[in-house]
């Protein structure tokens, strides 16, 4: 399994940007699909963002337009651009590696929206 460790969190304004990092271990990071998770308080973790191992991106519909989720295969890292964030977006946020039917997840990382 990949090793994954996210940076970046924080605290932000509404309105405000942040870029999560998440740098995996492992010399075939180019094969994996990588993605982004949240998990709000009393809530169910939920899909944020992927990127396939060819660059194709999905998003879920409450960030469309604001986040950006790319990669950097050379550095095995992935990054999540989060731009006019909003209170709603308040939670910790999960680095995702699969390939097939193994998966590996960060231990995650807080970001919080409030003024």
């Known amino acids: 399994q990949v090793q994954l460790v996210e940076s970046g969190g924080g605290l932000v304004q509404p309105g405000g940007s942040l870029r999560l990092s998440c740098a995996a271990s492992?010399?075939?990071?180019?094969?994996?699909?990588m993605g982004w998770y949240r998990q709000a308080p009393g809530k169910q973790r939920e899909l944020v963002a992927t990127i396939t191992n060819g660059g194709s991106t999905n998003y879920v519909d409450s960030v469309k337009g604001r986040f950006t989720i790319s990669r950097d295969n050379a550095k095995n890292t992935v990054y999540l651009q989060m731009n006019s964030l909003k209170p709603e977006d308040t939670a910790v946020y999960y680095c995702?590696?699969?390939?097939?039917?193994?998966?590996?997840w960060g231990q995650g990382t807080q970001v919080t929206v409030s003024s």
């Open positions: 492992g010399s075939i990071f180019s094969m994996y699909v």
């Open positions: 995702n590696a699969r390939l097939g039917l193994v998966a590996s």
